[in-house]
């Protein structure tokens, strides 16, 4: 009974507050979360998950030695992806973090190079940032991935001890590894 009420008033909700794609405004069906499917596929994946000594690897071998490197889509300015994490991060949409993760994490769990992972490490805030935006996106996206692959989350392993500049003020080279 309690579950049929709860359902009956979502649905009474949606029909008046019907949730829309946070891309392109379209109202959501009930199977649809944040994202709508057109602008999901739409966006640019690496498929750097299937690739070894893909680009981004390479990168990262070149300052130090790394199992294995992907990133989920291609970054462009204008482009869906960069108003999604705009969204993300600046706007308190951190649902959208949980869906790209979730989807990430299935092309991860079909991937070779990545089903066999022990554990999900999310880079933290600085404690100072995170009680200002509420909340750590990159947790967020973790906890998706976590959830698709069925894979545990550690958010204590790793601290940030310095308080870095805002990424959006560095250019292409300072935002690269230094370490
Ligand atoms: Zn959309």
């Known amino acids: 009974m309690l579950g049929f009420l709860k359902k009956f ?36 994946l690496t498929n750097f998950h299937e690739e070894k000594n893909n680009y981004l690897e390479q990168i990262f ?22 108003k999604l994490i705009h969204k993300l991060k600046y706007n308190g949409k951190k649902e959208i973090g949980l869906i790209i993760g979730k989807q990430m994490g299935l092309y991860l769990f079909n991937s070779k190079n990545f089903f066999c992972i022990d554990l999900i490490i999310p880079i933290p805030l600085h404690k100072k940032r995170e009680k200002t935006r509420g909340y750590n996106q990159s947790e967020w996206i973790g906890k998706g991935i976590s959830k698709s692959m069925n894979k545990k989350m550690n958010i204590n392993s790793v601290v940030r001890s310095v308080n870095t500049e805002t990424q959006t003020k560095k250019n292409k080279e300072e935002r690269e590894l230094k370490n």
Do not use: A, M, R
């Open 9 to 44: 008033f979502s649905d009474f909700f949606y029909l008046i507050y019907p949730e829309v794609c946070l891309n392109c405004g379209k109202h959501l069906s009930v199977s649809e979360e944040c994202i709508c499917l057109e602008c999901l596929y739409k966006l640019p």
């Open 61 to 82: 071998n070149e300052k130090c030695k790394i199992e294995n490197v992907t990133s989920y889509v291609f970054f462009s300015k204008k482009s869906i992806i960069q």
